[in-house]
Each structure stands twice: as C-alpha cells, then as structure tokens.
C-alpha cells in the first residue's frame, strides 16, 4: 500500500465541513472502510440539525416530519467516535497551519479536510428581493418559513420554472394558494426537456390550476407600507399581486470558504477536483454540490454526490486503485406535481448523427421522444405525461433496445406488445441510478444473499430507497428472479391463504362452500388450517359469502351464524364505527331522492336520540353519535318510516348520486332521477371487493359527477352512454367510456355483467379504478368480457346479479326481527342496558361532537382504517 | 355515573356453564358460556369501572384482556376480530379502529412487541 499525504493515519484526524447528504454519506463510507476506528473524524455543521434527506424535502409539507426525513441514524455519531457539532459553521482555513476555525471560534486541526458545503439557492439580483414574504427552498427552516407565512397568504410566486421551481409550485398549490410560476426561458424545464416536451408539460401544469409565465423575468418585487411583498413586476411589462415570493432559480456551489484559502475554483464557480475528489491541495477533498468534477461539471443531483463520497473515501482510506469519478448520468424524473416528466442520457440529442423518434399527443399532453444513434442505439429521451417507460429505458441506455424505438414510444394500446420488460435487461444495466445498483446486483442480492422480496432487496443493496422511481422495475426483477429460481412467489390473500381473492371466490362459487372454518380448513396454507384465521382473510371471505350467497345455498344476512364472526365491527354492528367507539348511521336516500315526510323523521329521530346530523357528500344524511345498545331503537323508528339500511358501513353499493335531470332541468335529455333510483334499488345490498359507487346525469353537463364513480351514467340524445372506473378520493380518476347511446334495458344489462364480472376477479379491497388498470388487457379486455362475450360467461353473471336481486331483503328489518341478532346489540353482556360510559359527548355549533379527553390516550394517528394494507 | 348492578347473563340451562374472571383477587361471573360466540368479543363492566374484553376461540378457549385500545383510547377492543398466528398459532384480536393485533395470551401488542404502554393488562378466566 502506498502512502500520501492525505491517507489516514492512526491518530490523525478528519475534519469534514457541512453535514448534508453527501457529508454523511461521506462518514458512512468512512465506517465501512473502518477508517473510523483508526482516526479521529470531527464534523463541523451549519445547519441546526443532523443531515436529512433534502431530496424528499417537499414531503415535510404532507405531513413528513423532520424525524422522518433524518439520515443520520440514531447513536450513529456515537458509535462510531465522530465528533458532530451542530450549528457551527466553519468560517476560515489556514492550509498551512492545517487548521479550521468556526464561527464560534473554535479552531479545529486536521490532517485531511473533506469540503460538503453544497449549494445555496441563487436569488436574481431583483429590486425587493429581500423584503418581508421572500423565500428560498433548500432547507426544513426554510420550508417551516414559507408554510407560516402561507397561513395568511392567497397568492404565490416561484420565480424558475425548473424541476426543483415546479416542485415549490406544487408545494405552494397544495397550500391552496393561487400560484403562479415566472420562469425567463422559453418552456418549462429547459434544462431536461426541449421544446415540445416542454409545451406538453405546460399544458398538464396549466390544467392543475398553476399559472405559467415562460420568457419573462422577474424585475421588481413592490412591498406595501409594512414592508411585505405587494406585487411582482415582469419584464414584459406585466404585474402580478402576491404575498409570497419563492426563489428557485437554480443553485450556485457554496466555494467561498475554499476562494478564501486560496484553493483552485473553476471560471462559473465549484472547487476543482481531480477524479479523486481532491481539490489543488492534496490534503483537502470536496465533494457533493460544492465540487467541480474533473469532467467541468458542477451536479446538482444526489446520486453523484454519493458517487463522489464513495470516490473520496476509497482516497483518505488509502485503496490504491479506489473508486475514481469522472462524470455522471443526470437522468431525473419528477417527484411532486403528479405530472409525469423524466429525461435521461443525451436528451437533446447533441450526439453527432443522432435521430429523434417522437410520439406527440398534445390533446392527453402526451409527448415523448428517443435519440436514437445511427446503429440505432438508444442515447437518451424526454417522456411527458407518461414516463411508466422511464424505469426500464434509463437502464438501457447505451445498448441497442429489444424493440424498435417507434414501438417503444406509443401508447400502450397502439404498440404491438413490445418485447421490452425487466428480462430484457443486461445484467450491467443501472437499474437503480440513485444507488448506481445494476440488475445483476439485484438478481445477486436475490440468489446469493436469499432476498425474497423488494424490501429485502431495498435494505440489502439500497436501491430503492432514493427518489423510489425504480421500484416498480424492481418489484418486476425481484419476482421473476425468484421465478426463475423456483420460488414460487407469494400472492397469497394473508398469512392464512396462499391463494388469491379471486382464486378464493371460484373455490367457493364451484365447491358452494358456505362456511368460513370448512374454507380454512380445506383450502388454507398448513399452518393456519384449524386455527383461527386473521383479520385479513374473514373479512373478504365474509364479503364473498354475502355476494354469492343465494347462488351458493348460503344465509343471505351478513350476521347470519358463523358469518358473523367474519365481519369487520363495521359490519358487526351494521353501522359505521367512528373515533370514540360510538356509531353513525345512513339511511338509504335511493338518488337522493327524499319526501319532505322522510326529512322530518330523520330529524325527529336525531332529535329524539340525541344525534350530530350532517349531509354526506353521497347526497343522504348522516346521524352520529349513537351507542351499541341505540341502534336498534333508532333503526325501529326508521325502518317504521320505511328506510332501509344504505350500506355505509359495508364494501356494498353505496349511493347512486342523481342531478335533477329533465323533470326539471332546462338542459336536462333524460329522466336522471328515475334512473338513478332504478339502478340504486336494484344493486342495494350488494357486497364487493369494495365499495361501489354510482351516479346518473341528466345531460353532458355532469352535475352529478358520473366520470368519478365506479359506474356513471350520462344522457345522450339517444339513450345512456355508461362509464366504468371513475374514483374520488386519494387517486382520483376519470371514468372510462364503455358503451354508448344504450336503451334502459341495455344499460341494465350491461351494469349487471360489469358488477358481476369485477366482483368475481377483483383483489381485496381494489376499487373498480385500480382493478381495471390492473388487469391484464384493461378495459379493452373487460369491453371483450362484458360487451362481445368473448369468455362466454355473461348468462352467468347476468343470472348471479338477477338472483341477487331477487333475494334482497333489508338488513336492518331482518335484524330486527330476530332476537338472537339484537343480543349483540348490548355496550355489556354483564350489564345489558347500560350505556357505555366512556362514550360521551360536548357542544359544538348547536349539536354535540364526541369528547376525546375522555380517551385520554395519546393521540390518534392518522391513518385510513379501510385502506390499511394486507398482511 | 348511574349506579348499576352488575348482573351475569343467565346460566346456559344445557350446559350450566358459567364464564368468570379474576378481578382484583375475587372471581366476577361475567356471562355464560353460550352467550360468547367464536371467533368474537364482548365488554364487560367491572365492579370499579374499567372494562374487559372476554372472547372465545375456535379451540373453546376463553381469553379476557383490557377494553381499552392503547392506541387511540377508545374502549372498543371487544369489537375487534380474532385471529391466531400463522406461525405458532397464539390467539389475538386486531382492534377494529387501526388494527393493530393484540396477543391475548399476554396482552402484548403484537405490531409493538417491545413497548409495555401498547400492551394489555390481562385477566385470568375460569369456567364454571
Ligand atoms: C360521511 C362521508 C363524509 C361526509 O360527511 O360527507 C364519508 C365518510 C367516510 N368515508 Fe368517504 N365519506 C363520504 C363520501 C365520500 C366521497 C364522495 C362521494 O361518494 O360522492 C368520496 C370520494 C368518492 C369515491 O369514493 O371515489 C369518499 C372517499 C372515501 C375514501 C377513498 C376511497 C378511494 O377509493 O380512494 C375512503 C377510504 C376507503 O374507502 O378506503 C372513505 C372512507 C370513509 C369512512 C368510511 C372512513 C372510515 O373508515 O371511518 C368515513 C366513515 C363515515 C361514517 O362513519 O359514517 N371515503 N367518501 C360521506 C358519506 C357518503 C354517503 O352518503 O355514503
Ligand atoms: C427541494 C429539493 C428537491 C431536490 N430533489 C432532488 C431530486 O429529486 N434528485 C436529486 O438527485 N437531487 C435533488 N435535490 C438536490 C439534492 O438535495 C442535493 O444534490 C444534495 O442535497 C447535495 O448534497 P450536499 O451534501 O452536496 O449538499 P447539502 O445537502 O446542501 O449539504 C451541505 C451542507 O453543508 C452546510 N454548510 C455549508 N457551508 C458550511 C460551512 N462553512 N460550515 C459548515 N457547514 C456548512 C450546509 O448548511 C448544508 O447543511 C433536491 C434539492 C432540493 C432543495
Ligand atoms: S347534468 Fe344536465 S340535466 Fe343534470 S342538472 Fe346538470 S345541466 Fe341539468
Ligand atoms: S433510481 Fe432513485 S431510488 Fe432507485
């Protein structure tokens, strides 16, 4: 082993100024080297705390807390001997006495220096700039900063128009405020996309509700009288009134500590280093954003930053022949905005010869494009509005692709199932760019280190674990190599079944099995058979019972002997469970349709009861408040005045939501009440993967917001045209066209074979919207199945949902009739009558809310019961 | 807080078989076997005002932990479902608000093994 001068020594010591990501990369390759062991390593940090993870920085503002976003594990500085001092920033370097001294006077000695001082964002000399309402984006402080003075704040603007600016637009969107984004080139992310890229992205950001301003500067900030940001004036003589500004107009390395001592710094800014990392003085190292790599390239990204931790660490360790950096990909996707945009290798084609392939879409903002070399391998390419592809093209840049590029760029529907999946990768693929991970690493991680799943396999070889955007590539490789290893995959429901919701539900349509425990007992993994199942698995047997219950010979009430043991306590109680134990209660409102008569019962049993009313977003009213022992009495009076239950606590149908259609409507082309009624009465109490909701609009205005719904109705001229897949909530989507201009009797038809057909091959808990990007051929292949017949199985369907129909009876009636049912019904079985004492309640806005401190638990997570994740 | 007497259900006639747990030294007859059903909870109000949760598995064991769910604090444990592990086969109960599972053997959570504020007190049972 060689020495010089900067290999660490027993007793020497390192200091490292700025601990962001890549200085504490740094140090975890410095205890991977064991260089920790042997010397001494101080690390001097402006920042008030311990390096986080600056990349997912935008998450603090979802509810990421800064916990959350650390690196540095707990006890790492300890274990390791690193001496870490927080807000204390290094303000000179004396090189010859080899010595650092920080702001608070300190003087630290080294016998090897590692600059990470990264970059500080760039703020246009803009008259104003600094005034009251002015922020950069870089840090948790500044993004506390920003989220304080959104609170009072109705407008916004993020001056740069690039990734990290579009990501501060977001943020500022999802503040509610109105944003607007001012960028000085001609289109948006001019540094990744070229032009019709960047048009295609400014329409999809234009559709979010962002304002875009593109060939303009910002040329003056006014304030009002108290000083605080009034206005920004635009270099094309334009102004727009604000009260907040963001900068994002790129980030400059933090050099000056290295000018002033005298190191190289390059023309535009950085160190210099060599490909070691090492700057003019062989004691000094820098690295991350501060660095001008020895290709004249200053990164802004994470991943070189890492590389270079790595390169520098391999010097100080004294590996001969060690990691050398001479240049990385700058291959980046969008994390935030929900816009789809990746550009990777050669993006604007500066390769001599090189062609473009491109496939525009300007309508769906749609614009994707490959460069192409002249022996047609691939150098890079821009992706808008669908980057699904991103995953795999990066990794094969720089190889001849499986596929013709032309292929490559199309539409899913109009390519020829193209050749191109995770198989078709070389094993020197970089599958994931943020770790620099190939496929043969993760196929190595797999079969030599025995990873049987993602997880492993991300806590294994990290990738995964930065920007996320391979994981999907990932989930593919890692399943097929275990495949190809003879593991067979699990897919299995829960620890209870190796089989698949829908493998279950042919189990129990072809075998009529009616009992849960025969289920389990016959058809569940080893282990479990005999036991007591889990809370996974009871819950979607119980739901496959009740859809199929007449069909199968089975009791059609959900509380039906062994039946009820399966349900959620939602179900249980056939009432929706809220914070403090108490339950609401919906009645059915069949299209939202209500006589003055209905109203007053409602109000007078909420009045009697005691109960907080609200109107639901589903077009009915909602009564909270009610104890266990309540809710038969409630539910006397109501079904008295002939309600029935509206399923609001079981994966059933919902609501089918109506607009007042051509009764009333001047534009109204059909009678969207009747329908809706019609189509509520008919699908009520049936159970599903999940809930099921519907809605039927009188005209193409949409008031009853069809497209969002598992099954939407809209009037044409002609007849009905039926949408299928819409969802609200977390992820919404539009619903997609299946038929159109149907008569009555068609759309009937055609809503019975679709329920039927999801109900029978959906996972748990997928709603139609997943469920039909899921499956294999998406709508397509479910327009063959429900429309065409191509699998010959719709008289089926059709003859499952007609006896649905006809053996509907009302859950709540039944229940109510039969004594050994209401039993449940007590707060305790040893004092029947008495009310559950820690369910109480105080005032609020004239009705009464449930008091919490009563619980006087910790606090409640936030976290959706319905949507927790299979085990 | 009304006063109320503490009354077990009826004894089963067929079996005469009586469910108790110990409460702070005395046994307390809580309900009769038959009123339980498998794979199910029910609350029962102790003489000081804490609840239990009394369930019944599928082997005709009968388990009583606290009511209480450590995690949100709300009194709703005996309406969770129950479940045993895939690989040793202990009994839980996953509580209906987040799910987490509860051992009912011992009480301890099963998603937060190693924090005794997440575990349940238990309650030794009899039957009769
Ligand atoms: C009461 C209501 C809010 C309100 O006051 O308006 C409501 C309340 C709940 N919603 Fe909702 N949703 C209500 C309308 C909606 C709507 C609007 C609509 O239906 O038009 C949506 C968006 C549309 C959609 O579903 O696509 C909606 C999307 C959700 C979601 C997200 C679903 C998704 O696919 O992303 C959940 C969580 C889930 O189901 O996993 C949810 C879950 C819930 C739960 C069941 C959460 C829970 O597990 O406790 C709430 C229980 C209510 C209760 O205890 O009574 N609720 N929820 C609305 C009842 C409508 C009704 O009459 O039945
Ligand atoms: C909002 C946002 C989103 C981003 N998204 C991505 C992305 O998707 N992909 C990607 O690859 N990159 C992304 N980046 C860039 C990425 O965060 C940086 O490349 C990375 O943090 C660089 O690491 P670093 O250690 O070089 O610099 P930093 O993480 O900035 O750390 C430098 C540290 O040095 C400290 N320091 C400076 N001077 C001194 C001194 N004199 N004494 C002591 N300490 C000092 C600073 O306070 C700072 O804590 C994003 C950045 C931001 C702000
Ligand atoms: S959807 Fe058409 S018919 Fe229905 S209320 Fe709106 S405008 Fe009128
Ligand atoms: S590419 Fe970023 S985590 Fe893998």
Redesign the pocket.
Known sequence: MSHTASQAQPGETIVVVGHGMVGQRFLEELVDRGVTERAAVVVLAEEVRPAYDRVHLTSWFSGTSAEELSLTPDGFMARHGIELCLGDPAESIDRAARTVTTRSGRVVGYDTLVLATGSYPFVPPVPGADADGCFVYRTIEDLEAISAAARSARTGVVVGGGLLGLEAAGALRGLDLDTHVVEFNSRLMAIQVDEGGGSALRRTVEEMGLTVHTGVGAQEITVDGSGAVEAMALSDGSSVATDLVVFSAGVRPRDQLAREAGLTIGQRGGIAVDDRCRTSDPRVFAIGECALASDGMVYGLVAPGYEMAATAADAVAGRDGGATFTGADTSTKLKLLGVDVASFGDAHGRADGCLDVVYADSRAGVYKKLVVGRDGTLLGGVLVGDADSYGLLRPLTGSVPPAAPEQLVLPAGLAPAAALGPASLPDAAVVCNCHNVTKGAVRAAVTEQGCGSVAAVKSCTKAGTGCGSCVKVLGHLVDAELEANGVSVDRGLCGCFAHTRQELFEIVASLRITSYQALLDGHGRPAARGGDGCEVCKPTVGSILASLAPSIGADGHVLAGEQAALQDTNDHFLA???RNGSY?I?PRVPGGEISPEKLIVIGEVARDFNLYT?I?????I?MFGASVDQLPAIWARLVEAGFES?H?YGKAL??V?SCVGSTWCRYGVQDSVRMAIDLELRYRGLRAP??L?SAVSGCARECAEAM?KDFGVIATAGGWNLYVGG?????PRHADLLAQDLSDAELVRLIDRFLMFYIRTADRLE?TSVWLERIGGGLDHVRDVVVDDTLGICDELEAQMATHVANYRDEWAQTLSDPEKLARFVSFVNAPGTPDPSVRFVQEREQHKPDLTVLAGPTLPVR????STPR | MTVTTLSPRPTDTATGTAVEIAVEGRWLPVCALAALTPGRGVAVLLPDGRQAAVFLDRRGDVHAVDNRDPFTGAFVLSRGLLGSTGNDGRPFVASPLLKQRFDLTDGSCLDAPDDPARALPTYPVRLR
């Open positions: 929706n469970l809220q609401s919906v609200k639901t977003g589903g077009q009915r909602d509206g609001a919902r609501t939501k999940h809930k909701k969002g969802n609200g909530g977390a992820t709603r959706t019961l319905e949507g």
